[in-house]
């Protein structure tokens, strides 16, 4: 009867801890399209664990999600965009990375432009990172 209980005991710290871990804080990732002359911007963004899918943004709007990072603090996100309207120009970045950040909550934002991408994290100016690659 003694094993039982502690057995339990283990078992629902174990559980416990590990849904603790995982969501601790929030972090998001936002992806905006600030385009000119009405262009689209394609965003598909994935883990290891998750592909969130492409997703068709007009000028003005962002796409966000957020997540909790992982136990082992290995969470990683990656993100393409293409312009559109014939999405020949392109670009692949890491959008997240957990050592990104030592606080508990980040918050990451890129900004599609005409001559590149932009990277903003918890509110500091953005910042260009990157240049659009040619036609695929």
Not at 98 to 123: H, M, N, P, R, V
Request: aromatic share 12%; with cysteine.
């Amino acid at each position: 009867m003694n094993n039982l209980f502690i057995l339990s005991i283990i078992i629902g710290l174990c559980i416990g801890l590990s849904n603790g871990f995982h969501m601790i804080g929030e972090s998001k990732v936002v992806l905006s399209n600030q385009l000119e002359h009405n262009k689209l911007l394609k965003v598909h963004c994935r883990s290891r664990d998750d592909d969130l899918g492409e997703h068709i943004l007009k000028i003005g709007q962002d796409y966000e999600f957020t997540f909790g990072d992982n136990i082992w603090q290995t969470t990683r996100f990656s993100c393409q965009m293409d312009q559109g309207p014939n999405f020949k120009h392109h670009q692949d970045f890491v959008a997240y990375e957990t050592s990104w950040s030592k606080a508990l909550e980040a918050s990451c934002k890129w900004i599609a432009k005409e001559d590149g991408i932009y990277f903003s994290q918890d509110g500091i100016p953005p910042t260009k990172k990157y240049q659009w690659d040619g036609p695929h």
